[in-house]
């Protein structure tokens, strides 16, 4: 059953720290994995995507990684803003019997003062 | 480039009455999707259109919802009757569809959302 599994389920960080999201899936034959930014009450809003041979993806402060021998994404996010405030939902694409896209349930981040 | 235009932004209905939402997606977008977000999940897919064909409605609930995309462009995601568990954001999408696969095969573009309140 392909399944994308995303942790932690939300996250509470001081303005100006690090963090990082987890994304693990099992989604195969594997076609490209994306983060998405969702802020509250706004529709989700594309932050990378990365095909199979990619390792790594930056977007200003964001920077995704992809394992694909272990079917693992990282989404890192450096010198946190208050804007950063969101959920960050992984999403992998892959062709079974068609294309398919897997939405993971989302990292809930809250960036405090 | 205008995005995905959704409207309702927001809808509150009693259970039992209907309601519907519309769509315009990017133009020159092929396909078309819409997701049933509940508060907390990820999107859920209920149903994809290729032009005005139906290419997966596999969980769209079809004794109460209803979609349709005529000539290929709008389209119209209905309830009726609604339930109380149909409370949820109603999102739209739109992607490019490149045959042979590709980085941005299926990226997806979205509204703002429409949001369901059934009372």
């Known amino acids: 059953k392909n399944q994308v599994e995303q942790s932690p389920q939300s996250l509470i960080i001081l303005e100006g720290k690090n963090c990082t999201l987890q994304c693990n899936y099992t989604v195969s034959p594997f076609s490209n994995l994306r983060w998405y930014k969702q802020d509250t009450g706004r529709g989700p809003v594309s932050l990378t995507i990365m095909t199979f041979s990619e390792n790594t993806k930056s977007n200003g402060r964001y920077t995704a990684t992809l394992d694909a021998d272990t079917k693992q994404s990282s989404l890192h996010i450096t010198a946190s803003q208050l804007s950063d405030s969101a959920s960050y939902i992984c999403?992998?694409?892959?062709?079974?019997?068609?294309?398919?896209?897997?939405f993971g349930a989302g990292t809930r981040l809250f960036v405090k003062a | 480039e205008a995005g995905v235009a959704q409207s309702p932004r927001y809808k509150i209905i009693e259970k039992r009455q209907s309601v519907a939402f519309w769509c315009n997606p990017i133009s020159g977008h092929a396909t078309l999707y819409w997701y049933q977000q509940i508060l907390g999940q990820g999107p859920k897919l209920l149903i994809q259109f290729q032009n005005n064909g139906v290419v997966d409605d596999s969980q769209l609930p079809k004794d109460r919802f209803s979609a349709e995309r005529l000539k290929g462009v709008d389209s119209t995601l209905k309830i009726q009757p609604a339930k109380l568990e149909d409370s949820a954001v109603y999102l739209c999408?739109?992607?490019?569809?490149?045959?042979?696969?590709?980085?941005?095969?299926?990226?997806?573009?979205f509204g703002e959302g429409s949001r369901l309140t059934v009372l």
């Open positions: 999403v992998v694409s892959g062709i079974t019997g068609g294309f398919k896209t897997i």
């Open positions: 999408a739109s992607s490019l569809f490149r045959r042979g696969g590709g980085p941005n095969t299926g990226e997806l573009f």
